[in-house]
């Protein structure tokens, strides 16, 4: 009696550890959402009628070979891009949140000392009520390359929203070491690295409100070891038993 009350409470703690660590790897793999893809085709979508606007309400739209159109905004006055050419990039997060910090694979183009992420982001999250698409578009060019020194198509001068965004950035940076990081519920720019003659876009990304969940932790792993062991000490019990009824 007393073997085979040890043999069945081997085997329930061994299938409550197996299910809960298999619960774990899967909520895990389920949260951490589909992989990040280190490229991306896409081509670029804009109306170059009237507006200069993309459909979504940004300077571009950033239309993907899988069928995605995403919001885009350019980073990049000297260079150009042509509209509805294939084109295929790189893809990088500056903040290194859900896209690979891959700063120091790609040009310098990226981390032009003129080329400042952090205000990017900081206009982003924090738009003047009422600013139009062009607003917006003139407060990032403010951080990159040129400045407002050259707008070959915006307004000229900036509108007193695009200056006001602008002030709002600086007086936080100053006041904050320089940095701005977004977060969850943020937006964040992840740049589309081409080359360097073609222009430098991104793309507007909203972060999850929840992040992604890491991959299972060794204490998940630790779990399913011990669940598999006691299945398998289960195992040699019945062997063991056999073997001694066969003796």
Known sequence: MGMRLKKWHLLATAIILVIVSIGFSVAAVMASGPPVPPTMGFKVEQDYGKTYTGSLGTYIDIDTDGGATLPGWCADQPHDIVVGKEYTATLFDYFGQYYPNNLGALAAKISN?????????????????????????DAIWYFTPNSWSELPQGPNPPSSNSTAMVNAAQAYLNSHGGIYVPGPGNYTPVV?????????????????NTPPAPLPEMSTLVLCGIGLAGLGGLGWLRFRKNRLVAD
């Open 192 to 208: 589309y690295y081409i080359d360097d003659p073609t222009q430098l876009i991104f793309q507007q990304y909203l972060i999850p």
């Open 113 to 137: 000392p003129f080329l400042n992420w952090f205000a990017i982001a900081y206009i982003l999250n924090h738009e003047v009520p009422g600013a139009s698409m062009w607003d917006i578009q």
